[in-house]
């Protein structure tokens, strides 16, 4: 296990780079949960980055009401919240410890962890992970997501964690959408990543070209048809669009079907987060019980 204290250090100024999304291909996961989603599909990560604070707060048992450590007394005196937050995660991270090799792991005092983390209260754990690359098929012939620029990390996660919870596989992002990788994405998700074949900066037209299947675009026009008049087929594409434009005309003329949600007038639309969650399920429930 090696200590790190300085932020001049080299590997620190690496994992700073990570952080910031700077290096290619390397993405830094935080939390218990999605370190844990790591392991269970993946294999060790590259390093695991603890918060020195939280991991001798376990170690010495303050969890369980022994005396606190000096290290853990001054990040607790910096913040109620983030204590609150070692407190109730604290055995969670020793626990998270104990399952790698000690040459994988990292400890950071409190200050230079914060440093790596997007989120005010950080439960202590970071892994450094290649992100896993797939190579597109020759041809698309099995549920899938097709993502048109979109540009909100909340939606792509949450689209994410929907097409894994609906059994759909493959989630194509075009040029222009957010990132995939990105912390927020990674969070909105709660772990959707690990179960999915994530392909990026996609051309989606020629890969609508690709297609052996129905292509299903969301859409607000005159030729949309209700989604629950729709007899929808075993297996398509869904294609879905950019937050406030909706998908490109150009791969919206692609389309073999257009379909909307029944809605009121009280709102002009649904965000696509949600209207995603509502076509993958309505589509899982026809395949389901509809012969």
């Known amino acids: 296990m090696k200590s790190i204290s300085s932020k001049e250090n080299s590997l620190y100024k690496q994992l700073l780079k990570a952080h910031l999304g700077k290096i290619k291909g390397q993405v830094l996961i935080e939390g218990v949960h999605l370190c844990h989603s790591w392991l269970e599909h993946h294999a060790d990560p590259l390093l695991a980055i603890f918060n020195a604070a939280v991991l001798e707060h376990a170690k010495s048992g303050v969890c369980s009401g022994t005396a606190e450590h000096s290290e853990y007394k001054q990040a607790k005196e910096k913040t109620t919240e ?46 450094l992970v290649n992100t896993p690359s797939c190579k597109v098929p020759a041809m698309i012939h099995e549920n899938a997501v ?55 900066q996609q051309d989606l037209s020629g890969l609508i070209n690709r297609t052996s299947i129905p292509v299903m675009a969301t859409a607000l026009s005159d030729k949309a048809q209700s989604l629950y008049e729709t007899r929808l087929p075993e297996q398509c594409v869904w294609l879905m669009g950019h937050e406030g434009q909706g998908v490109h005309p150009a791969l919206l003329s692609k389309a073999t079907h257009q379909v909307f949600i029944p809605q009121t007038d009280l709102v002009e639309s649904l965000n696509v987060g949600v209207a995603a969650g509502i076509v993958l399920f309505e589509h899982r429930r026809q395949r389901l019980y509809c012969v």
């Open 82 to 127: 983030s204590a609150l937050a070692m407190q109730s995660s604290g055995d969670e991270v020793w626990q998270l410890f104990n399952l790698l090799d000690t040459d994988q792991c990292i400890v950071v005092p409190d200050k230079l962890f914060r440093n790596l983390t997007h989120v005010d209260s950080p439960q202590g754990v970071l892994f």
């Open 146 to 200: 097709f993502l048109d620029r979109l540009q909100d990390p909340g939606n792509a996660g949450t689209i994410l964690r929907s097409a894994a919870a609906a059994g759909v596989r493959h989630v194509y992002l075009s040029k222009g959408c957010v990132s995939a990788w990105s912390s927020k994405v990674l969070r909105s998700a709660q772990g959707a990543h690990f179960s999915l074949n994530i392909y990026e």
